[in-house]
C-alpha cells in the first residue's frame, strides 16, 4: 500500500502491556465495559493501542480461542485485515477532520447513523474517537446521548490527551485508563530495534520519553541547534548582544515548539534554583547550561517570564495571526532584560 492510504497498526506497544492485559482479561471474563477513555499525554501511541482492541474484539480466527491468555488479534484473518483497512463494516473512526478543526456534530451524528444499522457480521461493532478532548460542545453532547443507549455489543473507546477537556458527564460515563511513557532504558531498546538512526538519550528527553516522538523529532532543527541556540541565550544576557540578528537566525524554527522547548529548559532551570538533583531535570544532558541561567537570573523573574512564554505559546496554538520574527524579537528583548 502507498501513503495514500496507510495500514492502521494493530498491535499493542510493549509499553501498554499491561493495559492490553487488563483488556484482555476483562474481554476474555466477558466484563469489557461499552465505553473507555484513553488518556494521557499525546504520542504515546493510544490511538494505536485503540486499534488493536478494536482488532482484539473483531477478530474472527477461531484458533484463538484455545489460548485465552493470548489471544490477541492474528493480524491475518479477513476481520483483521478488514480493521487495518479501515474497511470493516463494524468499525467506525471519528477524528478532526484537520489538525486544528474540533470534531463536529455532525461527525458524531454519522457514527450514530452508522451505528443504527445492525451488524453486519453479526457480532460486536467498535467505535473508535481520535482526539475526543477535540469535540465541540455540540458534538459532546450528542455522544453523551448516544453513551446513554449505545447498543448491544457496541464498545467505543475515547483516545484523548486532555481528560480535564471532555465533558464531566462523558467521563463519569466511561472507564478511564491511563497511559505513560516507558521507562528510559525501555525506550532506548524499543528505538534500537525499530529505527535506523542513532538513538540516543538527548532525543528521547526531547521527547518527554516517547519513543514514536523521537521519531518524529530525530530531524527537528531546535533538537539539532540546542546547543547553539542555548549559547545564544547566553551571550544575550550576558554581552548585551544583537537580539534582531538571533531573531533573524532562529525564525525558520517552529515558534510553538521553540517556545516550548524553551518553556520546559526555564522549568528545569527554575528546579536547579530549587536545589533539585540532576535526576530531577527533564534535560539532563544541558544540565550544565541550565546551571548558567539559573545563576544569571532571579527565580520570581524567570517564573513570570516563563508564565509568558507559556501564556505566548498557547496564542500561537489558537493560531491567532502573528509576525513570527517580531513576535521571536520581542522575546528575546524581554528575555535580555531579565539580567539586569
Ligand atoms: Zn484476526
Known amino acids: ?14 509499553w501498554q502491556a499491561a493495559q492490553q492485559d487488563l483488556l484482555l482479561k476483562l474481554t476474555n471474563a466477558s466484563r469489557l465495559h461499552h465505553a473507555f477513555i484513553f488518556h494521557g499525554a499525546e504520542h504515546l501511541g493510544k490511538f494505536d493501542f485503540a486499534c488493536a482492541m478494536a482488532a482484539l474484539l473483531l477478530c474472527e480466527n477461531k484458533n484463538r480461542d484455545q489460548h485465552k491468555q493470548t489471544n490477541l488479534a492474528c493480524q491475518n484473518c479477513h476481520a483483521c485485515n478488514l480493521v487495518k483497512n479501515m474497511a470493516h463494516p463494524d468499525f467506525f473512526i471519528v477524528r478532526p477532520e484537520k489538525e486544528t478543526k474540533p470534531i463536529t456534530v455532525d461527525a458524531i451524528r454519522e457514527l450514530v447513523e452508522f451505528m443504527s444499522r445492525s451488524s453486519s457480521r453479526q457480532g460486536r461493532r467498535i ?3 481520535d482526539q475526543s478532548h477535540r469535540m465541540n460542545s455540540n458534538a459532546s453532547n450528542a455522544l453523551l446521548k448516544f453513551l446513554e443507549e449505545p447498543g448491544d455489543n457496541v464498545h467505543i473507546f475515547l483516545v484523548c490527551s486532555e481528560l480535564d477537556a471532555l465533558l464531566p458527564t462523558i467521563r463519569s460515563r466511561c472507564q478511564k485508563l491511563s497511559f505513560v511513557a516507558p ?19 538527548a532525543l528521547l528527553e ?10 518524529k523529532l530525530q530531524n ?12 545564544g541565550l547566553k551571550k544575550l544576557l550576558a554581552d548585551n548582544a544583537n537580539c534582531m540578528s538571533y531573531a533573524s537566525a532562529w525564525s ?12 520546559a529548559c526555564l522549568v528545569d532551570t527554575l528546579k536547579i534554583k530549587l536545589g533539585a538533583d540532576i535526576k530531577q531535570l527533564r534535560f539532563q544532558s544541558l544540565s550544565s547550561e541550565l546551571k548558567f541561567f539559573a545563576e544569571a537570573i532571579d527565580a520570581k523573574k524567570i517564573q513570570t517570564f516563563n508564565e509568558e512564554l507559556f501564556a505566548l505559546r498557547l496564542q500561537l496554538l489558537r493560531a491567532a495571526p502573528f509576525n513570527q520574527g517580531l513576535m521571536l524579537e520581542s522575546v528575546l528583548l524581554k528575555w535580555q532584560a531579565l539580567a539586569v
Open 252 to 263: 525558520d524554527y517552529s515558534l510553538v515548539f521553540f517556545l516550548t522547548w524553551w518553556h
Open 220 to 231: 527537528n532543527p531546535v533538537f539539532a541547534d540546542r546547543h547553539s541556540i542555548l549559547a
Open 183 to 201: 521507562e528510559m532504558t525501555d525506550a532506548v531498546d524499543w528505538l534500537k530495534a525499530n529505527v535506523e538512526f542513532k538513538v540516543d538519550t
Open 127 to 129: 467505535v473508535i474517537i
Open 206 to 215: 526531547y521527547a518527554s520519553g516517547s519513543p514514536l516522538l523521537a521519531i
Open 1 to 14: 500500500m502507498g501513503d495514500d492510504n496507510p495500514q492502521l497498526i494493530i498491535e499493542a506497544y510493549p
